[in-house]
């Protein structure tokens, strides 16, 4: 049997944004385990970000392996809706949104 995760409906057009800006861009989406969907480098930093789907009158939380996953590495993670919030974090114009609600480290 072969696993196929299921990708937030945000991911594409926010890794095709975060491409266009000229950032390097792979996809950790069939990873699991809490590991952010993608991973972003551009211009010397690092960048997680987690996409999640905006979804009308409700905000969907990160889970809490993604939490874990982030702690454990000591990593800050983006938590995205739209490829204009990733863009955001490129030009460091967002505040991280961690995937906890405690600072977890930062990227570099």
Known sequence: MRYRPKLDASQKGIQSALEAAGARVQSF???GHGVPDLYAYRAGNHYWFECKTPKAG???????KQANWAQKMGLTVY???????????????LEPQYVQSQKVGVTG
């Open 29 to 31: 989406a069939s990873v």
């Open 58 to 64: 409700k905000h969907k939380e990160p889970e809490k």
């Open 79 to 93: 938590v995205v809706k739209t490829p204009e919030e990733a863009l955001k974090c490129l030009m460091h114009r």
